[in-house]
């Protein structure tokens, strides 16, 4: 059996993918309000900073920062992911017996973690993450997928509107 070690680093930034069970079905995006909702309820009840968030229709990928003296990302993602699943209409094709074991088969049962080491890490995944829609295919440029911190960084003055990154955060794969 596989051993999952966790970088708990008190008041840490961590880069984050949490995929779909079922990567064909979009309900990131159908239900992207629901999914807002769910951040806003878990970040009023364990505070933390969204530093970059893309969300695609079967992933997603953010960066969280930790108030100091916490690292319990864990229990966040528990929250977000149950309360998302249970909000969700039951799906056609939903077993039962998953259903009364409120065990939905929403989302994979792990999600990928990585304590960013410093500035330079930290910039290259938020560029990972802006990228990220052009990498799937969904837009020719970051700043036309409407589901991602992109444009809020471009208000900050963080990128140009036409931004498109070094070869070599294109070529990282962290999916």
């Given at each position: ?63 969280w920062t930790l108030p100091p003296g916490d690292a319990d990302f864990s229990t966040r993602w528990r929250l977000l992911k149950a309360g998302f699943a249970r909000a ?79 070869e070599s955060v294109r070529e990282l794969e962290l999916d």
């Amino acid at each position: 059996m596989p051993q999952y070690i966790r970088a708990y680093v008190p008041g840490g930034s961590f880069f984050f993918t949490v995929n779909l069970a079922d990567r064909h079905r979009r309900l990131l995006i159908e239900h992207l309000d629901l999914l807002k909702r769910c951040f806003a309820q878990v970040r009023e009840r364990l505070p933390f900073h969204t530093e970059a968030i893309v969300v695609l229709p079967d992933h997603l990928h953010c960066i969280w920062t930790l108030p100091p003296g916490d690292a319990d990302f864990s229990t966040r993602w528990r929250l977000l992911k149950a309360g998302f699943a249970r909000a969700l209409p039951t799906m056609p094709g939903e077993s039962i017996p998953r259903v009364d074991k409120r065990e939905r088969g929403i989302w994979q049962r792990r999600l990928w973690e990585h304590c960013l080491r410093d500035e330079a890490d930290l910039q290259a995944h938020v560029d990972y993450i802006h990228f990220n829609p052009v990498k799937h295919g969904y837009v020719k440029q970051p700043g036309l997928w409407p589901h991602s911190s992109f444009q809020r960084a471009v208000a900050r003055g963080l990128y140009p509107a036409d931004w498109l990154p070094a070869e070599s955060v294109r070529e990282l794969e962290l999916d």
